[in-house]
């Protein structure tokens, strides 16, 4: 699927975030290698600490209906800016898609694409589980 396609869905997403506290929609749209696209996005809470990003929505979504190997995630948000992943949905990525890509989208910037290991080196995996 092409980067623009998986860009699309994650604006559709976005569309449903549950924002109401920091007023910042989010959307994410993951492609898992069976082909299947899960979308997610950011879910606040009143008590603030409880809320979940649009990736992890996704993420959580797909696992819960057997995807667990993921190509690349597209990422956009209402802030006019690129919106790069927080560090708990690198990590959470780096479970299912050491190899995969991040794409991110601006209106304003276009579209820039990075390895999930380029935002997460050195991430704790299964094999630092001894
Ligand atoms: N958020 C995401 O959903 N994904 C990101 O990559 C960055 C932050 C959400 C969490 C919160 O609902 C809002 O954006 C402001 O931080």
């Known amino acids: 699927m092409e980067n623009r396609e998986l860009i699309a869905k994650a604006k559709k997403a976005m569309e449903n975030a549950y924002a109401p506290y920091s007023h910042f929609q989010v959307g994410a749209a993951l492609?898992?290698?069976?082909?299947?696209?899960?979308?997610?996005?950011?879910?606040?809470?009143?008590?603030?600490?409880a809320a979940i990003c649009a990736e992890r929505t996704a993420v959580t979504k797909a696992v819960s209906e057997g995807a667990r190997e993921f190509?690349?995630?597209?990422?956009?948000?209402?802030?006019?800016?690129?919106?790069?992943?927080?560090?708990i949905c690198r990590q959470v990525l780096f479970e299912f898609m050491k190899e995969g890509q991040v794409v991110l989208w601006s209106e304003k910037e276009g579209e820039q694409v990075f390895p999930l290991l380029a935002l997460l080196p050195l991430g704790f995996g299964s094999e630092n589980i001894k």
Do not use: H, M, Q, W
């Open 31 to 49: 492609l898992a290698k069976d082909g299947r696209v899960f979308t997610g996005c950011n879910v606040e809470n009143a008590t603030y600490g």
């Open 71 to 87: 190509v690349k995630i597209a990422i956009v948000s209402s802030g006019g800016d690129l919106t790069p992943p927080c560090g």
